[in-house]
Nanobody
Framework: QVQLVESGGGIMQAGGSLRLSCAAS????????MGWFRQAPGKDREFVAG????????YYADSVNGRFTISRDNTKNTMYLQMNTLKSEDTGVYYC?????????????????WGPGTQVTVSS
C-alpha cells in the first residue's frame, strides 16, 4: 500500500503559477512511475503529466506541454507539478497517483493508488 497526499492547490488568476506537491508514504520502494491527473466538473479524469521514479522520463498531455513541469525528489518521496501560464481550462481537482499496471500511462485504470486531490481554480 502507498498513501498519497496532495497540497498546493488554490485560486489563481489566469497567467499565474501554482506548484502542487504529492507526498508518498508506505511501500514507496514499489513505485516506478507516478502521474498527475485532473478532473473538471462533469468531465472525466484526464492525464496531465507522468514521471519515472528512477532514471529519466517525463510525459505530458498536449494541453499542458510547455506550461507545466513535473519533477520528483526521491529523498523526500515527493512529486511536484509546477504549473505556469495557467488558463481557466486548467481548473479542476488535481490528483496524484501511483502506476501499478504496465499499460497505457495515460489511463487512470493503470493507477492503483490515489491521493484525495487538491482543488485548483483559475479565474479569467
Amino acid at each position: 500500500q502507498v498513501q498519497l497526499v496532495e497540497s498546493g492547490g488554490g485560486i489563481m488568476q489566469a497567467g499565474g503559477s501554482l506548484r502542487l506537491s504529492c507526498a508518498a508514504s508506505g511501500r514507496t520502494f514499489s513505485i516506478y512511475f507516478m502521474g498527475w491527473f485532473r478532473q473538471a466538473p462533469g468531465k472525466d479524469r484526464e492525464f496531465v503529466a507522468g514521471i519515472r521514479w528512477s532514471g529519466v522520463g517525463a510525459y505530458y498531455a498536449d494541453s499542458v506541454n510547455g506550461r507545466f513541469t513535473i519533477s520528483r525528489d526521491n529523498t523526500k518521496n515527493t512529486m511536484y507539478l509546477q504549473m505556469n501560464t495557467l488558463k481557466s481550462e486548467d481548473t479542476g481537482v488535481y490528483y496524484c497517483a501511483v502506476k501499478t499496471a504496465s499499460v497505457n500511462y495515460k489511463s487512470p485504470a493503470s493507477y492503483a493508488y490515489w491521493g484525495p486531490g487538491t482543488q485548483v481554480t483559475v479565474s479569467s
